[in-house]
Antibody, heavy 118, light 110 residues
Framework: EVLLLESGGGLVQPGGSLRLSCSGS????????MNWVRQAPGKGLDWVSV????????YYADSVRGRFTISRDNSKNTVYLQMNNLRVEDTAIYYC???????????WGQGTPVTVSS | QSALTQPPSVSGSPGQSVTISCTGS?????????VSWYQQPPGTAPKLIIS???NRPSGVPDRFSGSKSANTASLTISGLQAEDEADYYC??????????FGTGTKVTVL
């Protein structure tokens, strides 16, 4: 069974930074692209970013481009999301999700909450 | 990239069928068979229930089915059960190398 575990969330002031981590179980982690998806309180799902298997292809949503950076370390079965210049509207639960077949997300973590507030 | 359009809520009695629509454009839903659906009960992470328009992953009950016509995808739950009460989201790959979710639909079992 594939397990994904996010960590690194917390309370941060506007303009601050956080780095989220997503650790995956199993030897197949390095065979899949990975995504970050967020969900603001009481709101819907919002795709944030995707990284390819080798980390050489990366895309971002317009709302985070230039502020967030996705990366991965396959030797540690971990994908990261560096979030800089955080805004109040970035407050959300952040999920990592495995990309399957290039077009759907077949496994999800339980999420880590991020609160941006002064 | 604007969110795909879903009805805010649908409801039905146990045993009935409900259908959730997901409307996009020729740049996303209309261009690809790359629409998937996710179920999210309250307080939990989303779960994949339909991939590539109509494929059901192992373990997903066959009362869940998907289809697509032009720029609109649909999820049908046949034989509604109490455990199906949740939020449902569609997801599509977009021609600009991004992914876009639907606005979400709350399914209520009466």
């Amino acid at each position: 069974e594939v397990l994904l575990l996010e960590s690194g969330g917390g309370l941060v002031q506007p303009g601050g930074s956080l780095r989220l981590s997503c650790s995956g179980s199993g030897s197949s982690f390095s065979n899949y692209g990975m995504n970050w998806v967020r969900q603001a309180p009481g709101k819907g799902l919002d795709w944030v970013s995707v990284i390819s298997i080798r980390g050489d292809i990366i895309y971002y949503a317009d709302s985070v481009r230039g502020r967030f950076t996705i990366s991965r370390d396959n030797s540690k079965n971990t994908v990261y999301l560096q979030m800089n210049n955080l805004r109040v509207e970035d407050t959300a639960i952040y999920y990592c999700a495995r990309l399957s077949g290039n077009y759907f997300f077949d496994y999800w973590g339980q999420g880590t909450p991020v609160t941006v507030s002064s | 990239q604007s969110a795909l359009t879903q009805p805010p809520s649908v409801s039905g009695s146990p045993g009935q069928s409900v259908t959730i629509s997901c409307t996009g454009s020729s740049s996303d839903v209309g261009s690809y068979t790359r629409v998937s659906w996710y179920q999210q009960p309250p307080g939990t992470a989303p779960k994949l229930i339909i991939s590539e328009v109509s494929n059901r992953p192992s373990g997903v009950p066959d009362r869940f089915s998907g289809s697509k016509s032009a720029n609109t995808a649909s999820l049908t739950i046949s034989g509604l059960q109490a455990e199906d009460e949740a939020d449902y989201y569609c997801l599509s790959y977009s021609s600009i190398n991004t992914y876009v979710f639907g606005t979400g639909t709350k399914v209520t079992v009466l």
